[in-house]
T-cell receptor
Framework: DAKTTQPNSMESNEEEPVHLPCNHS???????IHWYRQLPSQGPEYVIH???SNVNNRMASLAIAEDRKSSTLILHRATLRDAAVYYC????????????FGEGTQLTVNP | SQTIHQWPATLVQPVGSPLSLECTVE??????LYWYRQAAGRGLQLLFY??????ISSEVPQNLSASRPQDRQFILSSKKLLLSDSGFYLC???????????FGNGTRLTVT
């Protein structure tokens, strides 16, 4: 299994950018890195995914290191609604159907 | 569009009683299906996953079992609940490859 390492917690102020790191040094060459977030008392929701190039969508941006051993989820302007647990997991041919999550990063957004 | 239904939303059961949680997916065919459990303040623990009808892979060989009687139906069961079975149970689905996981709203189970 490719394992990921994330900080247990991070804090940000409202309307400031947030950079959430994820280390995945053993990720296979064909697996994508996916990010999910889980709001309190809800199931996780998909945020973004990428393989090699940086990716942007309406929720966030994903910056992937050139060696693919790490990635960073970027929230450009944090809001109180972004307070959640953020998970990064590899998905693809090597990971197959067995999709496991780590403990994620608890993001606190201060008003 | 695809939707996932998971019920009930909350459940309180005595120790030793049976359990049946059901999850159904609409709007897609032959999805991968998953059951996860989350203890309070912890991450997601993969319990079971299925890539097709009757195909179940178990990660937690304890007193829980799963079945997939139909393509888009996934059931989590227990014959006798333990206190340690309390938690937030989440069903999820995705298609093959690197497609995103889609989660249900979860069932909060309290075993008393």
């Amino acid at each position: 299994d490719a394992k990921t390492t994330q900080p247990n917690s991070m804090e940000s102020n409202e309307e400031e950018p947030v950079h959430l790191p994820c280390n995945h040094s053993t990720i296979s060459g064909t697996d994508y890195i996916h990010w999910y977030r889980q709001l309190p008392s809800q199931g996780p929701e998909y945020v973004i995914h990428g393989l090699t190039s940086n990716v942007n969508n309406r929720m966030a941006s994903l910056a992937i290191a050139e060696d693919r051993k790490s990635s960073t989820l970027i929230l450009h302007r944090a809001t109180l609604r972004d307070a959640a647990v953020y998970y990064c997991i590899p998905q693809g041919e090597t990971s197959g159907s067995r999709l496991t999550f780590g403990e994620g990063t608890q993001l606190t957004v201060n008003p | 569009s695809q939707t996932i239904h998971q019920w009930p939303a909350t459940l309180v059961q005595p120790v030793g009683s049976p359990l049946s949680l059901e999850c159904t997916v609409e709007g897609t065919s032959n999805p991968n299906l998953y059951w996860y459990r989350q203890a309070a303040g912890r991450g997601l623990q993969l319990l079971f996953y299925s890539v097709g009808i009757g195909q179940i892979s178990s990660e937690v060989p304890q007193n829980l079992s799963a079945s997939r009687p139909q393509d888009r139906q996934f059931i989590l069961s227990s014959k006798k609940l333990l206190l340690s079975d309390s938690g937030f149970y989440l069903c999820a689905w995705n298609l093959r490859g690197n497609s995103p996981l889609h989660f249900g709203n979860g069932t909060r189970l309290t075993v008393t």
